[in-house]
């Protein structure tokens, strides 16, 4: 676990006013309970919120008053940090229970509830000329229902991402989460963070929601207006992250990466892990909206090899440092063609969870009308229904086996990258070819190449 100069040197003058007689066995506890604080957020780092908030849960209660009057003699904001602290006890969960959902016999289906929304993004690949109507509130239940029966049976299980569209616009949301967690499914949302209120963060931690995405794709308040279409974008983003930290949420942000944000990768990722949150990026795919906007925000063959290195890299970094632990599917989910051989076996197994295209395997997607995405985003090949078809049977199509095994056409088939990199996203090569097993378009590995 890291720990950087500053918050090393704020554990030394916290720990230096303690008395000699007992300052060793504080440290060891005040070090050990800050560690666990991080790694409750999947953090491979400890934050001032892990160490202050640490320490008000080690003070017993008789001497939190003078913690408080020493803390404040240090100008830090003692009652923010005695509501954290509450807040965190209040819904801590073990990282055994947040890593139960990124197990990687988990299948994590994206739910799309909606066609409806608060925000006109100008990458959008969600967006319908005309919003269809909906299922109902019975109907998802049978979906969910009909998905986890089907996955029971192979011994896995479901997590249910609630999706669209902006799901926090469906009124019968909370319904949806209190049903999962009645029936101890997993679940999770992905929102915008505009309708991701302190009462739906309250109700996401009581259930312990696995995990919540937030959009935010860019660190400046203007170009965040202008790729979200509304004026307090990067605000509204930056609130519902916060508070979704504040109640002890896994919190996975989502930066789409296009023309209007590429030079903020790195800036992006720095605020993003200093509010306590990992960032999960993806690059635009050429699609709906970003299709009749791709003049401006189109990325060149060149920005997605830097985009692919700069996540690829980090990735690789993480688990040089011994972090693969912390890591999840995310941080390695999506095409990452291999710019380095994995060095060992350990590095080989972490990257091989979550690398690549995995559609069919690890992630799909349910249409507003119960249609049956091979990948978590909107593709043009459906392959059923399952308003009116069992999961079973669409899992047994060959078209999902195809999927699933990654069989691909053009280079890719014979690409010895192929079992890691997947052949790259999916969606995009449809986006880019009109066939769905085409090979990735941007991909710069020339065949028969040797490492
Ligand atoms: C479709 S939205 C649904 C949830 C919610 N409305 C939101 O924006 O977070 C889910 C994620 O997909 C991303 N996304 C939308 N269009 C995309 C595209 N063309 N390429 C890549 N990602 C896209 C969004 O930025 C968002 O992070
Ligand atoms: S990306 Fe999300 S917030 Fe933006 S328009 Fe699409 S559904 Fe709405
Ligand atoms: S050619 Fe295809 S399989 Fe090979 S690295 Fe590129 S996208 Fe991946």
Same mark, same amino acid.
Request: charged content about 25%.
């Given at each position: 676990?890291?720990?950087?100069?500053?918050?090393?040197?704020?554990?030394?003058?916290?720990?230096?006013?303690?008395?000699?007689?007992?300052?060793?066995?504080?440290?060891?506890?005040?070090?050990?309970?800050?560690?666990?604080?991080?790694?409750?957020?999947?953090?491979?780092?400890?934050?001032?919120?892990?160490?202050?908030?640490?320490?008000?849960?080690?003070?017993?209660?008789?001497?939190?008053?003078?913690?408080?009057?020493?803390?404040?003699?240090?100008?830090?904001?003692?009652?923010?940090?005695?509501?954290?602290?509450? !807040?965190?006890?209040?819904?801590?969960?073990?990282?055994?229970?947040?890593?139960?959902?990124?197990?990687?016999?988990?299948?994590h289906m994206t739910m799309y509830l909606t066609d409806r929304c608060n925000q006109n993004c100008v990458h959008c690949a969600a967006e319908m000329k005309k919003p269809r109507e909906e299922l109902t509130t019975e109907?998802?239940?049978?979906?969910?229902?009909?998905?986890?029966?089907?996955?029971?049976?192979?011994?896995?299980?479901?997590?249910?991402?609630?999706?669209?569209?902006? %799901?926090?616009?469906?009124?019968?949301?909370?319904?949806?989460?209190?049903?999962?967690?009645?029936?101890?499914?997993?679940?999770?949302?992905?929102?915008?963070?505009?309708?991701?209120?302190?009462?739906?963060?309250?109700?996401?931690?009581?259930?312990?929601?696995?995990?919540?995405?937030?959009?935010?794709?860019?660190?400046?308040?203007?170009?965040?207006?202008?790729?979200?279409?509304?004026?307090?974008?990067?605000?509204?983003?930056?609130?519902?992250?916060?508070?979704?930290?504040?109640?002890?949420?896994?919190?996975?942000?989502?930066?789409?990466?296009?023309?209007?944000?590429?030079?903020?990768?790195?800036?992006?990722?720095?605020? !993003?892990?200093?509010?306590?949150?990992?960032?999960?990026?993806?690059?635009?795919?050429?699609?709906?909206?970003?299709?009749?906007?791709?003049?401006? !925000?189109?990325?060149?063959?060149?920005?997605?090899?830097?985009?692919?290195?700069?996540?690829?890299?980090?990735?690789?970094?993480?688990?040089?440092?011994?972090?693969?632990?912390?890591?999840?599917?995310?941080?390695?989910?999506?095409?990452? %063609?291999?710019?380095?051989?994995?060095?060992?076996?350990?590095?080989?197994?972490?990257?091989?969870?979550?690398?690549?295209?995995?559609?069919?395997?690890?992630?799909?997607?349910?249409?507003?009308?119960?249609?049956?995405?091979?990948?978590?985003?909107?593709?043009?090949?459906?392959?059923?229904?399952?308003?009116?078809?069992?999961?079973?049977?669409?899992?047994?199509?060959?078209?999902?086996?195809?999927?699933?095994?990654?069989?691909?056409?053009?280079?890719?088939?014979?690409?010895?990258?192929?079992?890691?990199?997947?052949?790259?996203?999916?969606?995009?090569?449809?986006?880019?070819?009109?066939?769905?097993?085409?090979?990735?378009?941007?991909?710069?590995?020339?065949?028969?190449?040797?490492?």
């Open positions: 676990m890291e720990w950087k100069d500053e918050i090393k040197d704020l554990f030394d003058t916290l720990t230096s006013r303690v008395p000699d007689g007992v300052r060793s066995a504080i440290q060891t506890m005040l070090h050990e309970a800050a560690e666990e604080s991080a790694r409750y957020r999947n953090s491979g780092y400890v934050n001032k919120d892990d160490l202050i908030s640490a320490l008000f849960k080690i003070t017993p209660d008789a001497a939190q008053s003078t913690l408080v009057n020493e803390l404040k003699s240090l100008n830090i904001d003692t009652d923010r940090y005695i509501q954290l602290s509450e !807040i965190k006890q209040k819904y801590n969960r073990s990282w055994d229970e947040i890593g139960a959902a990124f197990i990687p016999n988990v299948y109907q998802w239940i049978d979906i969910v229902e009909n998905i986890e029966g089907t996955l029971k049976k192979q011994g896995r299980r479901g997590c249910y991402i609630w999706f669209g569209g902006e %799901p926090t616009l469906r009124k019968d949301l909370p319904d949806l989460i209190n049903y999962c967690a009645e029936k101890g499914y997993h679940q999770a949302i992905a929102t915008n963070g505009m309708g991701f209120t302190e009462e739906l963060a309250e109700l996401c931690a009581k259930v312990k929601m696995s995990h919540i995405f937030i959009s935010i794709d860019s660190t400046k308040p203007e170009r965040a207006a202008k790729i979200r279409g509304v004026p307090n974008a990067y605000k509204v983003a930056e609130n519902a992250i916060k508070t979704a930290v504040k109640y002890g949420h896994f919190v996975i942000c989502t930066p789409t990466i296009m023309a209007l944000n590429f030079d903020e990768l790195e800036n992006l990722k720095q605020t !993003i892990e200093g509010w306590g949150a990992i960032p999960f990026f993806r690059a635009v795919i050429k699609q709906r909206s970003a299709k009749k906007n791709w003049d401006v !925000i189109g990325l060149t063959p060149e920005q997605y090899k830097q985009f692919y290195e700069f996540k690829y890299q980090n990735v690789v970094e993480a688990i040089r440092q011994g972090k693969a632990t912390t890591l999840n599917r995310a941080n390695t989910f999506d095409m990452v %063609p291999f710019m380095e051989n994995p060095l060992n076996d350990e590095e080989l197994t972490a990257l091989e969870w979550g690398v690549g295209c995995q559609a069919c395997r690890l992630v799909s997607g349910v249409d507003v009308n119960g249609d049956f995405f091979p990948c978590d985003y909107p593709s043009e090949l459906i392959l059923g229904n399952v308003v009116h078809q069992t999961f079973e049977e669409i899992m047994n199509s060959q078209l999902f086996k195809d999927i699933r095994d990654r069989k691909r056409t053009g280079k890719c088939a014979s690409c010895h990258h192929l079992e890691l990199c997947g052949g790259g996203c999916r969606v995009h090569a449809e986006c880019e070819t009109g066939d769905f097993f085409a090979s990735f378009p941007y991909c710069w590995h020339e065949d028969d190449h040797e490492h």
